[in-house]
Antibody, heavy 120, light 107 residues
Framework: QLQLHESGPGLVKPSETLSLTCTVS??????????WGWIRQSPGKGLEWIAS???????YYNMSLRSRVAISVDKSKNEVYLRVNSLIAADTAMYFC????????????WGQGTMVTVSS | DIQMTQSPSSLSASLGDRVTITCRTS??????LNWYQQKPGKAPKLLMY???TLQNGVPSRFTGSGSGTEFTLTINSLQPEDFATYYC?????????FGQGTKLEIK
């Protein structure tokens, strides 16, 4: 059974860089049937798709965030990463790691989320 | 970008009631519309994909319909575990967008 588990620093300062890790178990990042990605949720902006990556390494970004975010994977560790730089208060949110199966074309597996607060 | 409009934003209903939530999109997305349920402190859970296909394990009292720009999620015979917030999401193109949510509360 596919499971996703996010980890992150919790509290980060404005202008700093956020690094999040999603550990995938129950499937391989090399699976050709899945896209892996990140979605965040904040009271002000609701649910916001950030980025996705497929098994080949093609990356897809929300262009509203593209200049500040980067998604990557380490197949040897079965981990997905998100980096967000130049943090601002509006980046305060719960960050979810997600899987989207190609044939379902929806976010069918979610991690439990990791809360990130941007504050000095 | 495709804009999503969900209605109502909140809804009060009783056990056993039938409720309908509507999602409208700013452009034609064919049937590429998904529905999620979220309970407090939990991640969203996929209920329905491609407008009307029930995700494995989701009770059949949930039904979805629509195509183009207007979609509905109907819950028949509300059960206690159905009181939650519901979101629609388009998977037609990026950026994948979500509706603002409909909070379903017990009357």
């Amino acid at each position: 059974q596919l499971q996703l588990h996010e980890s992150g620093p919790g509290l980060v300062k404005p202008s700093e860089t956020l690094s999040l890790t999603c550990t995938v178990s129950g499937d391989s990042l090399s699976s050709s049937t899945n896209f892996w990605g990140w979605i965040r949720q904040s009271p002000g902006k609701g649910l916001e798709w950030i980025a996705s990556i497929d098994y080949i390494g093609h990356m897809y970004y929300n262009m509203s965030l593209r200049s500040r975010v980067a998604i990557s994977v380490d197949k040897s560790k079965n981990e997905v990463y998100l980096r967000v730089n130049s943090l601002i208060a509006a980046d305060t949110a719960m960050y979810f790691c997600t899987s989207r199966r190609y044939e379902v074309d929806a976010f069918d597996v979610w991690g439990q989320g990791t809360m990130v607060t941007v504050s000095s | 970008d495709i804009q999503m409009t969900q209605s109502p934003s909140s809804l009060s209903a009783s056990l056993g009631d039938r409720v309908t939530i509507t999602c409208r999109t700013s452009q034609n997305i064919n049937i590429y519309l998904n529905w999620y349920q979220q309970k407090p402190g939990k991640a969203p859970k996929l209920l329905m994909y491609t407008a009307s296909t029930l995700q494995n394990g989701v009770p059949s009292r949930f039904t979805g319909s629509g195509s183009g720009t207007e979609f509905t999620l109907t819950i028949n015979s509300l059960q206690p575990e159905d009181f939650a917030t519901y979101y629609c999401q388009q998977s037609y193109n990026t950026p994948y967008a979500f509706g603002q949510g409909t909070k379903l509360e017990i009357k």
